[in-house]
């Protein structure tokens, strides 16, 4: 990078024009700006991105820039600045002669005070380097105007580290404090305190303390935006943070005692602090004791202390605060409103609720949607859907937002009324709204159950077009749909077409094609099975579970043992049988019955009593009462042996079901 000043570089171009020079500086403050709109600027910008002749000289290239240069110099004109592209003016003039060019015309802008044409310049440099993977630290001194007179480019760095901060990047932001202050300058306040803001934000804990520090003992001095943030800091500004309320104190106090009165931001993160610490009773005596002493409050202190009262579920201690505001002559926002409301519709006191929207009305305070959504929701849940549907038509002047459309759209679903529920979704569409995964799965889930399957996979086919994963929960509502239908080639289709969208099937998606195949699960116990012999084919589905990772449940050996017991497939339903207690599966009452019916097998009370002490041994009480019962059922009578091991062991606690009180 070229070391000679730009000051000198500029005084060159500026004798070109014919007007004096005094240093770009002084230039800028002149009591009588010149503005030269002699030449259309379109020409200008043209001049730097047309192709450059063959046959000129490098300083014939290099001239190129500055007639912009000069421009931006005398009239400010950001049409012209902003058309230079920094990328593309470095592959044609390179890029040192980019950089002073631009550096001109970036400290041009900064003292000129536009700070955002300035940060925005500089945003395409950083763009640049990236791109090039050029080392950004090296921007601070490659900004800086001379290093004999480095306060020229305290303002330019101001604007450079605002832009790291905003960016994210804030190392380099650090970097640009560090070394300002290497150069026995002070950075500007407002762009330290937004440094900091940014450290808070991102929980950099040990720099916002080291920055606050250095702020403190070398400036620029903290003024009360910046005890605020550290307040904000302590008081849990970061959801990873504890609130520190000996820290956040501690910051208040040092804050009077440095002569600086708090703000009613500052009162507002300390009262906020404290109900996240859950001092509520401290923050409310607080609030009363600013109150006495005319300090300023408004509505966020108070909120905070609703709010954390209704999240403690006392909402009849937070009305009192309403009141206590009300009574003292605060101002109430939406926020205070809405608090209440959703903690009252949340306790199914929608009377109240409707009350609190009727005086928000009253005091020319418009409910939001959100207002609607907590009256929505808790309607809903009381099962007057149609009030709320009312309360929403009564609502013309309210756009809606998907999650006031998905309380209306669930109430509708619980009441089976598929038709409103669709009209609700076609207004979320009509109002340019994406519908969430939410919207979606009540109206498939709503079809499905009204065996409605053509309206659930138009929903679902939506679903997949605007973008949305279908979880595996609503493919099985629809697989099942396919089988209640009798369509198992269809349901098979559906399940390919799931896997090749990127849902991988579970083992309660083939359970629902299995039982199909083969037997209605719940009919085993009463003995009615299907006709036809299709093991083979449910073979084939619990290998393709293995495939895809999938573990088979116990509902999945059962149904397959039974129908290879069905079929006297023995052999298969043994190993089956097997394999499902390898893996750590207990057979129930229904696979072992399947397996000694098939093995022609008479039960009698030496076989049960068997399977009960061999329940009784692997710590399944439950399953051990299970086959007593089923022993009783099948008229054999239980011995001493089978009373003695079925008792022993048993505790009080452990008799719980239904099954259990029958022994």
């Not at 931001?265 to 300390?270: A, C, D, K, P, S």
Request: hydrophobic share 40%; aromatic share 12%; proline share 3%.
């Amino acid at each position: 990078m070229g070391v000679t000043s730009f000051s000198k570089r500029l005084s060159c171009l500026v004798q070109l024009r014919n007007f004096p020079y005094r240093g770009y500086c002084a230039f800028l403050f002149e009591k009588e700006p010149v503005f030269d709109f002699s030449r259309d600027v379109n020409d200008t910008v043209d001049s730097i991105v047309d192709v450059v002749q063959k046959k000129k000289t490098d300083i014939a290239k290099k001239r190129k820039l500055f007639p912009v240069v000069v421009r931006v110099y005398k009239t400010l004109n950001w049409f012209a600045a902003s058309k230079v592209k920094f990328s593309k003016v470095v592959g044609k003039y390179g890029l040192n002669h980019s950089m002073d060019a631009n550096k001109i015309i970036i400290h041009v802008f900064a003292l000129a005070g536009k700070q955002f044409k300035a940060n925005a310049l500089i945003w395409d440099i950083i763009d640049y380097y990236k791109e090039a993977s050029l080392d950004v630290f090296d921007l601070f001194p490659t900004l800086l105007d001379s290093r004999q007179h480095p306060e020229r480019s305290v303002l330019v760095f101001d604007v450079l580290m605002n832009t790291y901060a905003t960016n994210s990047m804030l190392e380099h932001a650090l970097d640009v404090f560090v070394q300002t202050k290497s150069l026995k300058l002070k950075p500007n306040l407002r762009s330290c305190n937004l440094l900091l803001r940014c450290l808070v934000q991102a929980n950099c804990k040990k720099f916002v303390r080291s920055l606050f520090d250095d702020m403190k003992n070398d400036g620029p001095l903290p003024d009360e935006y910046t005890y605020t943030i550290m307040l904000n800091f302590y008081c849990g500004g970061h959801e990873m943070n504890v609130v520190d309320v000996v820290q956040a104190k501690a910051i208040l106090e040092e804050m009077v005692t440095n002569g600086l009165f708090p703000t009613v931001v500052t009162y507002g993160t300390y009262i906020r602090g404290l109900c996240r610490a859950g001092l509520i009773e401290l923050a409310m005596g607080f609030i009363r004791n600013l109150r006495s002493r005319n300090q300023p409050l408004n509505s966020y202190s108070y909120n905070a202390v609703i709010q954390a009262f209704c999240q403690k579920g006392e909402v009849d201690e937070g009305f009192k605060v309403w009141e206590e505001m009300k009574s003292h002559c605060i101002s109430m926002d939406e926020y205070t409103y809405n608090i209440l409301i959703h903690a009252y519709s949340k306790k199914g006191n929608i009377e109240q609720g409707l009350k609190l929207m009727n005086e928000m009305l009253l005091c020319n305070i418009n409910p939001s949607t959100i207002t609607y959504t907590s009256l929505f929701d808790a309607l809903c849940k009381k099962e007057m859907t149609n009030v709320a549907l009312d309360l929403y038509q009564s609502a013309t002047e309210i756009k809606f937002n998907v999650y006031a459309y998905n309380a209306l759209i669930n109430g509708c679903y619980m009441q089976g009324d598929m038709e409103s529920a669709s009209k609700l979704f076609e207004k979320i569409m009509e109002n340019g709204d994406l519908p969430s995964a939410f919207s979606f799965k009540m109206l498939i889930e709503g079809f499905c159950k009204k065996g409605l399957l053509d309206a659930a996979l138009t929903y679902f086919n939506i679903m997949v077009q605007s973008g949305m994963l279908p979880s595996i929960f609503i493919c099985n509502l629809i697989v099942e749909c396919y089988c209640k239908d009798k369509q198992l080639i269809e349901a098979l289709r559906f399940v390919h077409k799931v896997k090749e969208l990127g849902t991988t099937p579970n083992s309660f998606t083939y359970d629902a094609i299995i039982h199909k195949l083969m037997i209605n699960y719940s009919s085993l116990m009463d003995g009615i099975y299907v006709k036809e012999s299709i093991s083979e084919e449910a073979l084939m589905l619990y290998g393709n579970m293995f495939k895809l990772g999938i573990t088979p449940n116990i509902v999945t050996y059962t149904v397959l043992i039974s129908e290879f017991c069905k079929e006297r497939k023995m052999s298969e339903a043994y190993g089956l049988f097997k394999e499902m207690t390898e893996k750590g599966l207990v057979p129930d009452v229904v696979s072992i019955t399947c397996v000694i019916d098939g093995l022609y097998i008479n039960p009698d009370e030496v076989t049960y009593n068997a399977l009960i002490a061999g329940y009784k041994r692997n710590g399944y009480l439950g399953k051990a009462l299970d086959m007593f019962n089923e022993m009783k059922k099948m008229g054999i009578e239980p011995d001493e042996i089978t009373y003695e091991t079925i008792q022993q062991g048993v505790k009080p606690d452990d008799i719980t079901s239904e099954k259990d009180v029958t022994l």
